[in-house]
């Protein structure tokens, strides 16, 4: 909030966090609203935040060979060309995937894949 207001300040107080910037006079419903929208931004900011490390906790329990089987998995590609890439059997790889699915705790691999994604697992 200020009572002095130009874009040079909006934007530096805008890349140092802030939510909204509001300049005097201002309404009071205004800033309660602004302060909600605040304090919800915070929410969801820890929720993400917690999340994310949460998965990165699962991620550090995989074995090299499930993290490079779940960096093909993220890449699109097939189990054959998983296995392939690996010089490993399709059943290999069918049984790290099951691992990796127990591990992760994903009911699917498009929720493994979403997993690994937020995680910041990239493909090969």
Do not use: Q, W
């Not at 802030?18 to 201002?26: G, L, N, R, Y």
């Not at 605040?38 to 969801?44: D, F, I, L, M, N």
């Amino acid at each position: 909030m200020t009572g002095h207001g130009d874009v040079p300040i909006a934007i530096r107080a805008m890349k140092a966090g802030a939510v909204d910037f509001i300049e005097k006079p201002f309404n009071p419903e205004i800033l309660l609203d602004v302060i909600r929208d605040a304090v919800e931004h915070s929410r969801r900011t820890a929720k993400e935040t917690e999340e994310t490390n949460g998965l990165t906790a699962k991620l550090r329990l995989l074995s090299k060979r499930e993290r490079e089987v779940l960096e093909g998995l993220v890449a699109g590609l097939p189990n054959k060309t998983i296995a392939y890439d690996l010089d490993v059997s399709p059943r290999t790889i069918e049984i790290y995937r099951a691992r990796l699915m127990g591990k992760m705790e994903a009911h699917s691999l498009s929720e493994l894949v979403c997993m690994a994604t937020i995680a910041g697992v990239r493909p090969k």
